[in-house]
């Protein structure tokens, strides 16, 4: 606001400043014009310092006071004021908006349900006795209520050399579809798949893990690994949210602490197997 209060009264002073002189040049325009009539041999002397005027620097001056000349070049600065304060107050008016939005955004982010996908397997070892199969959780760990829409997992028993080879887009099974179960705030879904070939993508039956195949998990020589997915809506925005993640089975062996043991996260993985939105 200050800056056009300080443009106005820079204006103002360069006005009458601009006022006087034009007034002066004025005066002396009369008094050179008067000798003029009195023949031709004046008229060629104002034309010859017309001319001189002409090269004169001093005709940057005269279009300054032409610019600032009442009432035309007060008008165009008023018009440029005019115009500089609507593109201040459109400004101010786009940083209002973008921080309106923002503030919404930040609203939905700490109201919204929030979904996440992990693990259900905590103290699973393997054997030969085990049904092969994989469960997962679901819980809403957000303020509202959600619903879910599908979810599905792919569980893998794989070479050690192929942990990390996944393709850039996870394949999953067929999905199992919910068409929108509810989960209140707080609330877990328990859902399960079965063992799969990597090369086939074929389930897994009993008594094809034996003996040999559980210790070379143990050894580290194959992995069990898992990647999955749940969507849902988050019951705020109305668009449909997704939650994925990837875990490596990890044995519990005495020099491990707990917490490191059994499925967890494998890092380095594509961005594609543990993106929320």
Not at 47 to 67: C, G, M, S, T, V
């Amino acid at each position: 606001m200050w800056k056009y209060v300080a443009a106005f009264i820079v204006i103002f002073v360069l006005t009458v400043f601009v006022s006087s002189q034009d007034q002066r040049i004025a005066e002396q325009g009369v008094q050179q014009t008067a000798p003029a009539a009195n023949g031709a041999a004046a008229s060629r002397a104002l034309d010859n310092h017309a001319r001189e005027d002409a090269k004169n620097p001093k005709w940057f001056i005269q279009f300054l006071y032409r610019f600032f000349m009442w009432p035309e070049g007060v008008t165009a600065w008023a018009i440029l004021l005019t115009l500089l304060a609507i593109a201040e107050q459109t400004k101010q008016t786009r940083k209002a908006a973008e921080a309106g939005q923002a503030a919404t955004e930040a609203m939905i982010a700490s109201e919204r349900a929030w979904l996440i996908i992990r693990s259900s397997m905590d103290g699973y070892i393997p054997s030969t006795a085990d049904d092969l199969r994989y469960w997962w959780v679901v819980e809403n760990s957000g303020k509202t209520p959600a619903r879910i829409i599908e979810t599905q997992c792919r569980y893998e028993l794989i070479p050690a050399e192929s942990l990390t080879t996944l393709p850039s887009t996870p394949h999953y099974p067929e999905p199992i579809i919910h068409n929108g179960f509810l989960v209140a705030p707080g609330g877990i879904v328990d859902f399960y798949t079965f063992l799969r070939r990597p090369n086939d993508g074929h389930p897994v039956v009993k008594g094809e893990i034996d003996d040999t195949i559980i210790r070379a998990i143990e050894m580290e020589m194959m992995y069990l690994r898992v990647y999955g997915y749940v969507r849902y809506f988050d019951g705020l925005s109305g668009d449909p949210r997704e939650s994925r993640f990837c875990d490596y089975y990890v044995w519990p062996l005495k020099s491990r602490p707990p917490r490191a043991t059994g499925f967890r996260p494998m890092l380095g993985n594509p961005a594609e197997y543990t993106k929320c939105t």
